[in-house]
């Protein structure tokens, strides 16, 4: 499996956090953060490739996972908020799969289940708790003017897939860094 994780991003304090996260072979990831201002932070990580984009019409880094999109032909991507840490051990219970959809439980920074993942429909998944092959993105896009616009993202995914999966393992945590 060849991951690519994409991060929105005006939080740049977070960036080394999310970087120690990632516990994934180099040649396995391209980690995509997408800056949503006008200039570029000093100390970015190395594992990152970095851009600029805005949108004055986008909420909640909407329009930067779709600039993000746009450079990716293939493999699977992850979107990874700028307030979260990669679970650590994602990417061990993910990357013998070859399923296009892949959905995990998702829990608080309490512990307690905040979303199961089984159900892939707006209001009962984050974009932080699935997995999805970039085919079967196609030229799905964030509506970049809604703040639950990841549940509609995932709904639109996961009816095109050929073969998804849930995994009932908790492998998010909701907001991690907040």
Not at 65 to 91: E, K, S
Not at 133 to 153: P, Q, S, V
Request: charged letters at 30%; glycine letters at 4%; a neutral charge.
């Amino acid at each position: 499996m060849y991951l690519t994780i994409i991060t929105p991003c005006v939080r740049y304090g977070n960036l080394a956090a999310i970087e120690r996260s990632i516990n994934i072979p180099k040649e396995n990831f391209r980690w995509i953060v997408v800056i949503d201002g006008t200039c570029i932070p000093k100390h970015l990580p190395e594992k990152c490739e970095y851009y600029l984009h805005t949108d004055e019409n986008s909420k909640v880094g909407n329009a930067q996972r779709n600039f993000a999109l746009n450079l990716i032909d293939d493999g699977w991507v992850y979107f990874n908020d700028d307030d979260t840490t990669l679970h650590h051990l994602l990417w061990r219970r993910i990357e013998k799969f070859e399923n296009d959809f892949i959905s995990f439980s998702q829990i608080n920074k309490d512990g307690s289940l905040r979303l199961k993942g089984d159900v892939v429909k707006l209001n009962y998944i984050d974009s932080h708790n699935f997995v999805v092959k970039r085919e079967c993105i196609g030229d799905t896009r964030w509506e970049i003017d809604k703040y639950n616009a990841d549940g509609l993202f995932a709904e639109e995914c996961y009816k095109k897939s050929k073969n998804p999966l849930f995994i009932p393992k908790v492998l998010s945590i909701y907001n991690s860094l907040r």
